[in-house]
């Protein structure tokens, strides 16, 4: 089993920022990828971003240059700094992180959401 805790999430004004962490555990013996989705209400989830072991990272066009991934390998956290929030930033974001458990079995497991809302 492997518990993803998402944490960091609130309310700000546009221009503000929200710093996410989504943290690890439980049965792994190594992490692959680990990425960041959201979902605003009446919308499909999409990919805010993502990170390899290697630390290649990858951008939603609509977060270049205001958003920044990165993660601490160490700790099996993935970290989104969130700056220059626009109330279009507005949904639930989900933490998923794909990585390999005991007996080399792949799992893709998806956190709990944190809301994050930016009013204008």
């Known amino acids: 089993q492997v518990q993803l805790v998402e944490s960091g999430g609130g309310l700000v004004q546009a221009g503000g920022s929200l710093r996410l962490s989504c943290a690890a555990s439980?049965?792994?013996?190594?992490?692959?990828?680990m990425g960041w989705y959201r979902q605003a209400p009446g919308k499909q989830r999409e990919l805010v971003a993502d990170?390899?072991?290697?630390?290649?990272?990858n951008h939603a066009d609509s977060v270049k240059g205001r958003f920044t991934i990165s993660r601490d390998n160490n700790k099996n956290t993935v970290y989104l700094q969130m700056n220059s929030l626009k109330p279009e930033d507005t949904a639930v974001y989900y933490c998923?992180?794909?990585?390999?458990?005991?007996?080399?079995?792949?799992?893709?497991?998806w956190g709990q959401g944190t809301q994050v809302t930016v009013s204008s």
């Open positions: 998923n992180v794909q990585g390999t458990a005991p007996w080399y079995r792949p799992f893709n497991y």
């Open positions: 439980g049965s792994i013996l190594s992490i692959n990828v």
């Open positions: 990170i390899t072991s290697g630390g290649n990272t």
